[in-house]
């Protein structure tokens, strides 16, 4: 290597130290800039892979097992965008699959998010990767969405507060992208879908959870595939120019969603969008010929460069964590971290009384024979197969589980879909755990053989290298990680399920069912007739164990729904998961089930404790910008210790408005009979309108409640002027 090619290759060395010696992060981007060739700059805009070299390799080894590289210029030392996707874990390698994004959400504990952020990062760094494709943050307009999953509830704010504590996490080892920007809901019609939504739902529910991680600096946001508006979203000038960089202020880098994410590659660029992913694609192949006829020009170029050095050069001026070896990878740290939020995140639904008891928790000394029923009973069961699906090297299932932490007991299971097996298990046993619900069958990414039947999708290919064997487009789902799933078809169970949830209750009283599930599941027909009902989630690699834990009470009961349960499907928004277009408005949820007066099977923020809490007071401190703290008194009344939720809610008397939204949360420990003051930070801004000169106070006073859940009527409540 000649001194000058040496001395180039620390070009982008040298920018980094200047920042870290207080040099200005602009004026460094610029210079590094200046430093590009115009084939380096074209270079930066989309992956380094050629397109079907790309594809075969993504083919022959799995989706994204190793780190998908952007933007690397060896010449100047660019180490490029390194990307893994998410939201799980670290999807390159075998990591840690932690429970899915919207059990973590069942948390209600952004410092337990922001850890599992520092662990993901670490792993995907010891991977050779620093590019987090897995802060998604979009709302699930309706519980049949196929990727719920990967989400965190169906409240803005609550999907800004985890998306922030991800983003901080992240940012010990790499840099965080949120997705999917925007209006992201529907899965099986996502490459076709045009969603409508005009400007005060779209500034009031479906993007203050972006605003809110540009905030507190995210480093790239991924468009979505469906359109917004009528102009699709990777080349939306609206989305990206107009709201998140003019209005929000964002610095760092948009990327668009994989090979399918623009269908304009001018267009694109001059709207804003400045990496084209994973691969050289259509940038690659029409580029050149659009700036020579002056279609786009070279000012963009120049635009998206600056902002993909000024990405790189900020992430590796940060205060790292030391380099991690691949022994953390999967460690009995991460490990236990996994378990932790497996815990945290089980929802306790009911607990009714047996014998004078309620049946949770169980009595791990008293019990002599456990019956485990269910097709999910024995099934490593993570989530969806699709880009966010991470292989860990083992998954503790509920059988494995049970097995550890009771072996002296006699543990019976019954996997096969056999009601009357069932029932004679269950039977003979002290207690009957029927643990059904969802797989990767039937909900999660989709990319199926339609989707590469269709000839808008299929012009999107460069044409294939000449000389190149053929190559069968058909894989090509496999290739991205496409799953059966989808959107769901039917928010209930399995009819198979129900018969053998039925068959068990009706010969053992202390019956306890475990629902597997990401989304909201309407459980009428069968639910009164047991006891003691959880939702467990896709709870990651420890899962099974995390199940014992919480059931067998050697941890409190704590999580709490992200999501309101209807009692039935009628009282959910429009939804054909085949729609060509859809218009979308601010009723969803909890918010509309208040909006039309039906009582919720379980409301928002809802979920039950071994032990009892009283919110006795709440004072309200002075706003401050748009937050304030609240002080909560909170007293644990039972002969437990437990883990409660206090949740902060405004509610409004406002014409077209919610009555009650989602202003703050905290989760706190309390011994037996303790008492303590919480402050709690809230947020006024889900109470403020938008309008055409922005946000204002949808009234002039609010009500403040803490509460245990949405609408909770034993809430403590103090007024919140807003003017």
Request: hydrophobic share 45%.
């Amino acid at each position: 290597m000649s001194m000058k090619t040496s001395i180039e290759s620390e070009t982008f060395a040298t920018a980094v130290g200047r920042i870290v010696d207080g040099g200005d992060l602009a004026a460094q981007a610029e210079w590094l800039l200046s430093q590009l060739t115009d084939h380096e700059k074209l270079w930066l805009l989309d992956g380094d892979a050629d397109f079907w070299p790309g594809m075969g390799s993504m083919m022959q080894e799995g989706y994204n097992l190793r780190p998908i590289e952007m933007g690397r210029i060896d010449r100047l030392g660019i180490p490029g965008l390194r990307f893994s996707d998410g939201p799980r874990g670290a999807v390159v390698g075998a990591s840690t699959a932690f429970p899915v994004a919207m059990a973590r959400g069942a948390t209600w504990d952004v410092d337990l998010e922001e850890r599992i952020g520092v662990v993901i990062g670490r792993e995907l760094r010891a991977h050779g990767a620093n590019f987090f494709g897995g802060v998604c943050i979009n709302l699930p307009r309706h519980p049949a969405w196929g990727r719920a999953q990967e989400t965190y509830g169906e409240d803005p704010y609550l999907l800004g507060e985890f998306g922030a504590a991800l983003v901080r996490g992240i940012h010990r080892n790499a840099m965080a992208v949120a997705k999917h920007y925007a209006l992201n809901s529907m899965e099986n019609a996502r490459f076709t879908v045009d969603v409508s939504a005009d400007d005060a739902t779209l500034h009031e529910v479906f993007l203050p959870h972006f605003r809110r991680v540009v905030a507190e600096g995210v480093d790239g946001i991924m468009t979505s595939y469906n359109s917004v508006n009528g102009e699709w979203a990777g080349q939306n000038e609206m989305l990206m120019e107009d709201i998140l960089r003019g209005q929000w202020g964002f610095e760092g880098v948009t990327v668009s969603d994989f090979i399918f994410g623009l269908r304009d590659p001018g267009r694109s660029l001059s709207a804003g969008l400045d990496v084209e992913e994973p691969f050289r694609q259509q940038r690659a192949q029409h580029l050149p010929a659009e700036l020579a006829s002056s279609r786009v020009s070279w000012e963009h170029v120049d635009r998206a460069a600056r902002r993909i050095l000024r990405t790189q050069l900020a992430h590796h001026a940060r205060t790292l964590e030391a380099e991690p070896g691949l022994d953390v990878v999967f460690s009995d740290e991460h490990r236990a971290l996994a378990r932790e939020a497996s815990r945290a995140s089980i929802v306790l639904l009911q607990n009714e009384p047996v014998a004078g008891a309620p049946v949770l928790p169980l009595s791990a000394e008293s019990l002599t024979s456990v019956a485990l029923i269910g097709r999910l009973a024995d099934l490593p069961n993570t989530g969806d197969h699709g880009s966010s699906d991470v292989r860990s090297p083992h998954v503790v299932t509920a059988l494995e589980g049970f097995t550890a932490a009771l072996p002296d007991a006699r543990i019976t299971s019954v996997t096969d879909d056999d009601p009357d097996a069932a029932a004679a298990a269950a039977a003979s046993a002290d207690v009957a755990i029927v643990v059904v619900g969802y797989t990767a069958e039937d909900e999660g990414e989709y990319l199926g053989a339609d989707s590469m039947a269709d000839p808008a999708l299929l012009s999107l290919f460069p044409p294939v290298p000449e000389g190149a064997p053929a190559f069968d487009l058909s894989q090509a789902a496999g290739a991205m990680g496409g799953a059966m799933g989808g959107d769901r078809e039917s928010l209930r169970l399995r009819p198979v399920d129900v018969e053998i949830v039925k068959a068990t209750a009706a010969v053992n009283p202390r019956t306890i069912v475990v629902v597997v599930t990401a989304g909201a599941v309407v459980m009428e027909e069968w639910r009164h007739e047991v006891p003691a009902l959880v939702v467990g989630w896709y709870s990651g690699a420890e899962g099974g164990h995390a199940l014992a834990d919480v059931l067998l009470g050697s941890t409190d009961a704590s999580g709490r729904l992200p999501y309101s349960i209807p009692t039935s499907e009628d009282h959910l928004p429009f939804f054909d998961r085949d729609a060509t277009s859809i218009v979308y408005d601010r009723w969803f949820g909890q918010r509309l089930l208040d909006r039309d007066g039906h009582a919720a099977a379980f409301p928002l923020g809802f979920g039950l404790s071994y032990t009892s809490f009283r919110m006795d007071s709440v004072t309200v401190s002075a706003i401050e910008g748009e937050s304030f703290d609240a002080t909560v008194r909170v007293t644990n009344t039972g002969r437990r210790a437990g883990r409660h939720v206090v949740q902060l809610y405004g509610t409004v008397d406002a014409e077209d408005f919610p009555a009650r939204v989602l202003l703050g949360f905290s989760p706190a420990e309390l011994e037996a009979g303790e008492t303590v003051e919480i402050v709690v930070t809230g947020s006024v801004r889900p109470l403020h309108r938008w309008t055409a000169g922005g946000f204002v106070p949808a009234a002039a006073t609010a009500t403040l409640e803490a509460a245990s859940h949405s609408g909770d009527p034993a809430s403590a409540t103090a007024p919140l002027p807003l003017t």
